[in-house]
């Protein structure tokens, strides 16, 4: 009889998962600031959307916590985030100070 481990399945899924995400980055490292914007404004927004949803189907799948409590960091993590971050700069030239002749440009640094 053959056995699968899960343990070993989970871990070759997440390798699959990063290795998509770098290539994903890949392509995101060329957007404009602009485009960037607009995918972030969707993604919270979606996210918005889907956090009671989100929320219930996280603790049905672990059983840990309180649904109510993932829906409040949900709301927290997709709108409350997204309203700090929405006017950063985080590509090309972000700040120049032009007496010390320096300035700080943003580059993306890869798949966290």
């Known amino acids: 009889m053959n056995r699968i481990d899960n343990d070993l ?3 070759q899924e997440a390798r699959i998962l990063v290795e998509n ?14 485009k ?3 995918i972030v404004e969707r993604m919270a927004a979606e996210v918005v959307n889907y956090s009671r949803e989100l929320a219930v189907l996280s603790y049905e799948e672990t ?3 309180k ?26 030239i ?9 300035m700080d440009i943003g580059v993306p ?3 966290i």
């Not at 109510?68 to 590509?91: C, E, G, H, P, T």
């Open 109 to 111: 640094v890869g798949v």
């Open 94 to 102: 972000i700040s120049e100070d032009k007496e010390n002749k320096t």
């Open 67 to 92: 649904w109510q409590d993932k829906y409040v960091k949900n709301i927290f993590a997709s709108d409350y985030l997204y309203r700090k971050i929405k006017d950063m700069n985080v590509v090309g």
């Open 9 to 11: 399945l989970s871990v």
């Open 36 to 38: 960037l914007d607009k």
């Open 63 to 65: 059983g840990f916590g």
């Open 21 to 34: 995400a770098r290539e994903a980055q890949k392509i995101l490292a060329a957007f404009p600031q602009e």
